[in-house]
Every structure is written in structure tokens, then in C-alpha cells.
């Protein structure tokens, strides 16, 4: 191999990080509270291997990146990592190495434990060391910390090159620490301060060290503070351990209003905590509520399409958050025509930053609208909110959104003007505009790509059900003859939709149509999609799920992007033949849906399975499509986002669709309409279900066979609870 081969290119419209197979180290620890996040090697450190994500961020920069802790000048040896099941402390485990001195053996190793611990809280990084001797005899051993913060720009990280960056300061060493300063070329001063508990005995080359004298059995603590900010001013630096008692009591009442879930399964129980831990990590608190970010390390930031369906997939247990989503998408809606971040009147955002490249405009993300599924899933956000919630009082103040938004659809959506919505290509941005946005994701069946503007079929589904749900606010608002014309309008888009994108040589609707109204004849998971939103017919939905999950296209764990027999199939690409759990989500809602329980179990059994086989039982953005085989665990895609918030919000649909739960809040009814669970499910208890404003249930929920029974708990007299069988 080339060593020269260069580990970042550009291809299309995409930065592509090479994955040099010697420097790929799958295993890394991810924290994030708020707009900080750290990427850490299994010992607790920053290194620049890997793809070199590693690294402390905060608003889309990199505070810090490097820091190395050395014993007496060698690495120490590990011996255990994780984080704990709230995603708030990260744990490590090591030892010392064999410690020589003018090839003397001093320590054996094995003789000095060392426990690390690292929290984020409030713009700053606590690491936590505790050393304790287990030798018979007194030990001397020296501390070293190397730390380095290069500020770049998460683009950078990513790939990007630029032609001129901001000035980085020389570092101030004081207060036993060192401060790095980075004043960028967007006129903001970004600062790393760094403070030891205790003084360093020698610093140089911001390398810090101590020496450390144990008795036996002695111990000794020391606490670095990394603080990130844009401000000279000095903040306040609590201890360890109240730190961590502030963010596990931040947590807690972030959840306190959420539904507690408790099943007869401890493995599915681990899975889903895990997940509900995940989404509340990746939680935001903005000026608008709480907004759940994209994944981490690439997507750290309020994303359209991925907080619509995180809010989708977690509505049944925690409302509160699609209220954050709206309000905070509402007020980021387009206004104006710019043909540089893809803006149109009435159009939801795509993807927001406030990094320096982005405020600098050499990316078009700060305000990017570069997405055509993100304004109707909306508007379905804003009808399921209301139903789950009976929350008048937001749909009527974002009224004015909702109606620029459907304006949107009908006028700039729909390009040609045949009932369709499509997008074109953009030059500065994303070529393809679906959730799918790699450069190769919509193509024709002979691996030909597909020019615009582009027609996706899930995409028409999404318009079909933001019409029915816009009708139904509408009668709502008292508007009448908008919420009959919608509904007529939805009907005309059903009956032409199943009459232009159904295929029955592939037993499928088409993957798209392009700019010529081409079918791409391609078998795709898109089509499963479909399902939730109504628009197919009876008939189509059952061969839909039994192309969907025959061996071509069900993988074992999952339903692939696409089947198997496509011209670009490969089960290690990003959007074409791998396993995305979101998207088995909603095509498992969807066949629950339509009451194809056989092909439903099959899905969520699948994916269920997968989260065993991944560290902390924590389901990735995505994996590789290659077939199950006995014995084996799913296979991983190595630069997958993990933590990814709608790939952690899964299992939260899939057990909602078990249920077939559903809310009437306005009239204070929960609704299970014919429940079936898998077999790895035989008991479901719900706590705190929420219906309207304050008042809850709890309920038990048992399978006997293939029936299921469910036993009311507790609930006020003025809240019903339906089963139809």
C-alpha cells in the first residue's frame, strides 16, 4: 500500500475519511451534556489515531485534542472501560506496567490501581484520578498529563481543508493549569482552561507532572478541570462528586414526567434503558425546549429530519420532547428565498450550526435547508403531537407555521407541478435530499444514477399523511373547507401514487422517479416506509412486506437499504445494502400498521437480536447488511455515528407498535388496538403513562399465546382505557 494514500478525499459532494484498516479502533467512549461532547480511547484519552475523531468539543470545535495520562513515562496497562447506564460517568480501569530504573525492576506490575473517571457538566470536563498502592512496600511513581487543543473546526476534523484559519495564542501557564486560547477568523475567542487540584511538580511542553509517594495501601486523588468557553471570565469549579450529584439530578428531572417501561425480558430491559439513556444524552435544552441532536461525532447539532423521528419514536413516553422539536423547527423556518442554503418560504431546516466555518459561510450549514422530507414529516409531527397530547394551545401558536409549511409543499415542493413533491440537486450542498443524501443512493436498476428533479416514494407518503394531519388540525382551528379540500387532495395523491410507483415485476413501489419521470426499478427499504402513512393499498402492503423480508432483502438483523440482486448493492455502503435500525423502525410501525403482525414480530425480533451483540447494547446508526449466520454477531460499519439518537429511538417504536398503542387525548382515552407481542416478551409494565397534561395510568400488559391481556393498575376516573381485539 501507498503510504502516502492520502486518509481524506472528496467524492461528489461527499468528504469521505478513509478507513485505513491500522488505524481503525472501534472502541471509544462518548460523553455529551448540552453543546459539549468528548470522544475518548478506551483509557480515557485524546489521541490523534483512528479517524481522528477523538477530542473535547463544544459548538461545533475542538477544545481539546490531545491528552495523554503516562505513569513514570509508559502508558499503563488496561484493564476495564465503560460508561454507567445513565450515560453520565465514564469509568476506567488500569494498572501500572513494570517499572524499571537503570534496568532495576522497582514496581511490578500490577501493583498500582488506578481508577479514572471522567464527567462533563456545564461547559467543563472533569478527570477524576485515584491511584492506590496494593505493594507491601512504599512506592514512588510520577504523573504525567500532555494536553493540546488545536481548536479546529468540526469540518476540519471531518476532512475539509481551508485556505485560513483563525490565530492560535501562545499558552498561558497559571493557577495550576494552562489556558489556550483560539481567536478565530468569525471574531470569537475560543478558550480551554485547564486546572490540576494541586500544583504540578514540573511542567514543559504542556506536559503536567507529579510525583506521587504511597505507603502501603495509600492513596492519592488528583482532578483535572477542562473548562470550555467563549469568555475570558472565570467559572465556578465545583468538586467531583458534586458534580456528578448535579448532573444525576439534572437528569432527573428531565425524565420525570417520561413513561417508565419494565418487561419480562432483562436483556430487552438493558437494550431499551440503554437507548432511553442515549436520547437523553443527546437532549438539548435550547430557548425553545429540549431538541434531540443528531448523533455524535459528525451530527452534533439540531438536525430536521433526525429530531422529527427521535420525537416520532419517543412520543408515546415523552411528549415533552416533540414540543421542543416544533417549537425550536418553527422558529427556524425559512422565510426567504437563498439559493445557497437551499431555502424556500414555509421550509423546515435540514441541519443547524454555529461552528466558525458555518458562521464564515464555507459551508452552507449554518442555516442549511437542504432536506424534502423534513417540512411534511412536520407537519405529521405537529398532528401526532396533538393526538398524543391534546395540546390546543401549540397548534395554535405555531399555526402560521403550519400553514407556510403546507404552502411549501404545494408551491415550491411539488417543482413540476404534477402532484409530486420532488427536489433538485444543490450545487453548494447535498446532492440527494432524502434521508438517503449519499451521492449513490438513487439510482435506476442498472446502476445508472438518477437526475432531477427526483421523486422518492417515501416521500410521497410523508405528503400524503401531512395532509390528513393538517386536515384534522385544520377542522380543529375551525377551517372547514381547508381541512375538506386536504382530505380530497390526500385521496387524489393515494389513488395516483399507487397508480404511478407501483412495480408488480418487483413487488414494490419503485425506489423513485426521476427528472423524466423514469421509475428507478429498484427493490429499497424506502418503500417500507411507506407503510405508516396510509398512502398504500391493502393488497401492495402485503407484497411490500413479503419482498421486504425475504433472504434478498432481510438480512437476519434487518431490513437492508436495498435487496441483495441491485446493481450497487454492497452490504458495506452507507445507504446501499446496509442495516439502518431507524428505518426499520418505521417500516416495522408500518407493518404493524397494517396488521401484518408475522412480517412485524420478524423485524423487531431482528433488530432486538442486534443490540445484544453491540457494546453497551447500544444500536448503531447503522451496520453492515451481510447475512446472518449462526453463531456470528452483525458486522459493524466502522465510522458509524454511536450514540445516534433515531437509531436509539428504535426499539421505543417497535415496542410502541407491539402495543399498537395509540392516544385520543383531547377525549382521555389510551387505545390498544389488537396488541401483539414476540415471543421474547411475555410481560410489559408501564408506569407514568401520560394523557392529558398531568394525569397518568399505569398499566401490566401479559401474553397468554397469541393473545394479550392488559390490567389496569391505576388510572383517574376520568381517563378510559380501550382495548379492541
Given at each position: 500500500m501507498d503510504k502516502k494514500s492520502p486518509e481524506v478525499s472528496r467524492i461528489k459532494d461527499k468528504y469521505y475519511i478513509s478507513a485505513i484498516s491500522s488505524m481503525i479502533d472501534p472502541h471509544r467512549l462518548i460523553l455529551k451534556e448540552e453543546d459539549l461532547f468528548g470522544v475518548f480511547d478506551r483509557f480515557g484519552d485524546i489521541l490523534p489515531m483512528g479517524k481522528n475523531e477523538q477530542g473535547l468539543y463544544y459548538k461545533g470545535t475542538r477544545f481539546l485534542s490531545f491528552c495523554e495520562f503516562r505513569v513514570s513515562g509508559l502508558r499503563p496497562l488496561f484493564l476495564s472501560s465503560g460508561i454507567d447506564e445513565e450515560d453520565i460517568l465514564l469509568t476506567v480501569d488500569l494498572t501500572n506496567p513494570d517499572l524499571y530504573s537503570r534496568g532495576r525492576l522497582l514496581i511490578k506490575k500490577d501493583m498500582v490501581h488506578i481508577m479514572r473517571s471522567k464527567i462533563l457538566f456545564e461547559k467543563k470536563c472533569l478527570d477524576y484520578i485515584r491511584i492506590r498502592n496494593f505493594d507491601m512496600q512504599a512506592i514512588e511513581l510520577r504523573l504525567d498529563f500532555s494536553v493540546d487543543a488545536d481548536f479546529k473546526d468540526i469540518f476540519e476534523v471531518r476532512g475539509m481543508k481551508r485556505k485560513k484559519r483563525g490565530k492560535l495564542l501562545s499558552p498561558e501557564y497559571k493557577d495550576s493549569g494552562m489556558t489556550l486560547t483560539y481567536e478565530g477568523l468569525d471574531g470569537v475567542r475560543r478558550i480551554t482552561s485547564l486546572r490540576f487540584s494541586r500544583s504540578p511538580d514540573r511542567v514543559r511542553d504542556k506536559t503536567f507532572s507529579f510525583k506521587i509517594k504511597l505507603d502501603p495501601g495509600g492513596r492519592e486523588d488528583i482532578l483535572l478541570t477542562i473548562n470550555c468557553s467563549m469568555t475570558d471570565a472565570r467559572q465556578e469549579e465545583p468538586g467531583f462528586d458534586v458534580t456528578v450529584r448535579k448532573s444525576r439530578q439534572k437528569l432527573a428531572g428531565k425524565i420525570r414526567n417520561c413513561t417508565g417501561i419494565y418487561t419480562s425480558n432483562e436483556q430487552f430491559n438493558e437494550s431499551l434503558k440503554r437507548a432511553i439513556s442515549d436520547i437523553n444524552m443527546m437532549i438539548t435544552k435550547t430557548e425553545y425546549g429540549l431538541y434531540p441532536y443528531g448523533g455524535i461525532p459528525w451530527f452534533c447539532t439540531p438536525f430536521g429530519r433526525d429530531g422529527i423521528i427521535t420525537a416520532l419514536e419517543s412520543l408515546w413516553i415523552n411528549p415533552e420532547l416533540a414540543r421542543g422539536v416544533l417549537l425550536y423547527l418553527a422558529a427556524r423556518q425559512a422565510q426567504d428565498f437563498d439559493r445557497k442554503k437551499a431555502a424556500e418560504p414555509g421550509k423546515i431546516l435540514h441541519e443547524a450550526r454555529d461552528n466558525e466555518m458555518a458562521a464564515l459561510q464555507e459551508v452552507p450549514f449554518g442555516l442549511y435547508y437542504g432536506s424534502v422530507d423534513s417540512t411534511p414529516l412536520f407537519l405529521i409531527l405537529a398532528g401526532a403531537y396533538w393526538r398524543r397530547t391534546g395540546d390546543t394551545a401549540l397548534i395554535s401558536r405555531i399555526w402560521n407555521n403550519i400553514e407556510a409549511a403546507l404552502l411549501w409543499l404545494e408551491k415550491y415542493g411539488d417543482v413540476d407541478g404534477d402532484g409530486f413533491l420532488e427536489y433538485v440537486p444543490h450545487k453548494d450542498g447535498l446532492r440527494n435530499q432524502g434521508w438517503k443524501d449519499s451521492h449513490d443512493s438513487i439510482f435506476h436498476q442498472d446502476g445508472s444514477l438518477a437526475e432531477g428533479p427526483i421523486a422518492l416514494c417515501e416521500v410521497q407518503g410523508?405528503?400524503?399523511?401531512?395532509?390528513?394531519?393538517?386536515?384534522?388540525?385544520?377542522?380543529?382551528?375551525?377551517?372547514?373547507?381547508?381541512?375538506?379540500?386536504?382530505?380530497?387532495?390526500?385521496?387524489?395523491?393515494?389513488?395516483?401514487?399507487?397508480?404511478?410507483?407501483?412495480?408488480?415485476?418487483?413487488?414494490?413501489?419503485?425506489?423513485?422517479?426521476?427528472?423524466?419521470?423514469?421509475p428507478c426499478r429498484v427493490v429499497s427499504s424506502n418503500a417500507g416506509q411507506v407503510l405508516f402513512t396510509g398512502i398504500a393499498d391493502p393488497d401492495k402492503a402485503l407484497k411490500i412486506a413479503e419482498t421486504l423480508t425475504s433472504d434478498a432483502v432481510f438480512s437476519g438483523w434487518g431490513i437492508r437499504t436495498i435487496g441483495a440482486n441491485e446493481a450497487l448493492y454492497n452490504p458495506m455502503s452507507y445507504h446501499n445494502g446496509s442495516v439502518w435500525p431507524h428505518d426499520n423502525a418505521l417500516i416495522a410501525y408500518g407493518l404493524s400498521s397494517c396488521g401484518l403482525s408475522e412480517h412485524f414480530i420478524k423485524v423487531f425480533s431482528g433488530i432486538f437480536d442486534a443490540s445484544l451483540f453491540m457494546e453497551f447494547q447500544r444500536l448503531p446508526e447503522l451496520f453492515c447488511g451481510f447475512q446472518r449466520r449462526r453463531g456470528a454477531s452483525p458486522t459493524l460499519y466502522p465510522v458509524a455515528c454511536i450514540p445516534q439518537t433515531w437509531a436509539a429511538g428504535s426499539l421505543l417504536l417497535m415496542l410502541q407498535a407491539s402495543l399498537r398503542l395509540g392516544f385520543e387525548s383531547d377525549k382521555g382515552r389510551i387505545i390498544f388496538r389488537q396488541p401483539v407481542l414476540p415471543e421474547f416478551l411475555q410481560q410489559i409494565s408501564l408506569k407514568n403513562l401520560t394523557v392529558t397534561g398531568k394525569k397518568s395510568v399505569d398499566l401490566l400488559i401479559r401474553r397468554y399465546g397469541e393473545d394479550v391481556t392488559i390490567e389496569v393498575q391505576r388510572k383517574p376516573e376520568d381517563i378510559s382505557v380501550l382495548i379492541i381485539k
Amino acid at each position: 500500500m501507498d503510504k502516502k494514500s492520502p486518509e481524506v478525499s472528496r467524492i461528489k459532494d461527499k468528504y469521505y475519511i478513509s478507513a485505513i484498516s491500522s488505524m481503525i479502533d472501534p472502541h471509544r467512549l462518548i460523553l455529551k451534556e448540552e453543546d459539549l461532547f468528548g470522544v475518548f480511547d478506551r483509557f480515557g484519552d485524546i489521541l490523534p489515531m483512528g479517524k481522528n475523531e477523538q477530542g473535547l468539543y463544544y459548538k461545533g470545535t475542538r477544545f481539546l485534542s490531545f491528552c495523554e495520562f503516562r505513569v513514570s513515562g509508559l502508558r499503563p496497562l488496561f484493564l476495564s472501560s465503560g460508561i454507567d447506564e445513565e450515560d453520565i460517568l465514564l469509568t476506567v480501569d488500569l494498572t501500572n506496567p513494570d517499572l524499571y530504573s537503570r534496568g532495576r525492576l522497582l514496581i511490578k506490575k500490577d501493583m498500582v490501581h488506578i481508577m479514572r473517571s471522567k464527567i462533563l457538566f456545564e461547559k467543563k470536563c472533569l478527570d477524576y484520578i485515584r491511584i492506590r498502592n496494593f505493594d507491601m512496600q512504599a512506592i514512588e511513581l510520577r504523573l504525567d498529563f500532555s494536553v493540546d487543543a488545536d481548536f479546529k473546526d468540526i469540518f476540519e476534523v471531518r476532512g475539509m481543508k481551508r485556505k485560513k484559519r483563525g490565530k492560535l495564542l501562545s499558552p498561558e501557564y497559571k493557577d495550576s493549569g494552562m489556558t489556550l486560547t483560539y481567536e478565530g477568523l468569525d471574531g470569537v475567542r475560543r478558550i480551554t482552561s485547564l486546572r490540576f487540584s494541586r500544583s504540578p511538580d514540573r511542567v514543559r511542553d504542556k506536559t503536567f507532572s507529579f510525583k506521587i509517594k504511597l505507603d502501603p495501601g495509600g492513596r492519592e486523588d488528583i482532578l483535572l478541570t477542562i473548562n470550555c468557553s467563549m469568555t475570558d471570565a472565570r467559572q465556578e469549579e465545583p468538586g467531583f462528586d458534586v458534580t456528578v450529584r448535579k448532573s444525576r439530578q439534572k437528569l432527573a428531572g428531565k425524565i420525570r414526567n417520561c413513561t417508565g417501561i419494565y418487561t419480562s425480558n432483562e436483556q430487552f430491559n438493558e437494550s431499551l434503558k440503554r437507548a432511553i439513556s442515549d436520547i437523553n444524552m443527546m437532549i438539548t435544552k435550547t430557548e425553545y425546549g429540549l431538541y434531540p441532536y443528531g448523533g455524535i461525532p459528525w451530527f452534533c447539532t439540531p438536525f430536521g429530519r433526525d429530531g422529527i423521528i427521535t420525537a416520532l419514536e419517543s412520543l408515546w413516553i415523552n411528549p415533552e420532547l416533540a414540543r421542543g422539536v416544533l417549537l425550536y423547527l418553527a422558529a427556524r423556518q425559512a422565510q426567504d428565498f437563498d439559493r445557497k442554503k437551499a431555502a424556500e418560504p414555509g421550509k423546515i431546516l435540514h441541519e443547524a450550526r454555529d461552528n466558525e466555518m458555518a458562521a464564515l459561510q464555507e459551508v452552507p450549514f449554518g442555516l442549511y435547508y437542504g432536506s424534502v422530507d423534513s417540512t411534511p414529516l412536520f407537519l405529521i409531527l405537529a398532528g401526532a403531537y396533538w393526538r398524543r397530547t391534546g395540546d390546543t394551545a401549540l397548534i395554535s401558536r405555531i399555526w402560521n407555521n403550519i400553514e407556510a409549511a403546507l404552502l411549501w409543499l404545494e408551491k415550491y415542493g411539488d417543482v413540476d407541478g404534477d402532484g409530486f413533491l420532488e427536489y433538485v440537486p444543490h450545487k453548494d450542498g447535498l446532492r440527494n435530499q432524502g434521508w438517503k443524501d449519499s451521492h449513490d443512493s438513487i439510482f435506476h436498476q442498472d446502476g445508472s444514477l438518477a437526475e432531477g428533479p427526483i421523486a422518492l416514494c417515501e416521500v410521497q407518503g410523508y405528503q400524503y399523511a401531512a395532509k390528513n394531519e393538517v386536515a384534522m388540525l385544520a377542522g380543529l382551528m375551525g377551517k372547514d373547507a381547508l381541512a375538506q379540500r386536504l382530505q380530497k387532495e390526500a385521496g387524489e395523491l393515494k389513488e395516483k401514487f399507487n397508480e404511478v410507483f407501483w412495480d408488480e415485476d418487483i413487488g414494490s413501489y419503485v425506489l423513485a422517479l426521476d427528472g423524466e419521470k423514469r421509475p428507478c426499478r429498484v427493490v429499497s427499504s424506502n418503500a417500507g416506509q411507506v407503510l405508516f402513512t396510509g398512502i398504500a393499498d391493502p393488497d401492495k402492503a402485503l407484497k411490500i412486506a413479503e419482498t421486504l423480508t425475504s433472504d434478498a432483502v432481510f438480512s437476519g438483523w434487518g431490513i437492508r437499504t436495498i435487496g441483495a440482486n441491485e446493481a450497487l448493492y454492497n452490504p458495506m455502503s452507507y445507504h446501499n445494502g446496509s442495516v439502518w435500525p431507524h428505518d426499520n423502525a418505521l417500516i416495522a410501525y408500518g407493518l404493524s400498521s397494517c396488521g401484518l403482525s408475522e412480517h412485524f414480530i420478524k423485524v423487531f425480533s431482528g433488530i432486538f437480536d442486534a443490540s445484544l451483540f453491540m457494546e453497551f447494547q447500544r444500536l448503531p446508526e447503522l451496520f453492515c447488511g451481510f447475512q446472518r449466520r449462526r453463531g456470528a454477531s452483525p458486522t459493524l460499519y466502522p465510522v458509524a455515528c454511536i450514540p445516534q439518537t433515531w437509531a436509539a429511538g428504535s426499539l421505543l417504536l417497535m415496542l410502541q407498535a407491539s402495543l399498537r398503542l395509540g392516544f385520543e387525548s383531547d377525549k382521555g382515552r389510551i387505545i390498544f388496538r389488537q396488541p401483539v407481542l414476540p415471543e421474547f416478551l411475555q410481560q410489559i409494565s408501564l408506569k407514568n403513562l401520560t394523557v392529558t397534561g398531568k394525569k397518568s395510568v399505569d398499566l401490566l400488559i401479559r401474553r397468554y399465546g397469541e393473545d394479550v391481556t392488559i390490567e389496569v393498575q391505576r388510572k383517574p376516573e376520568d381517563i378510559s382505557v380501550l382495548i379492541i381485539k
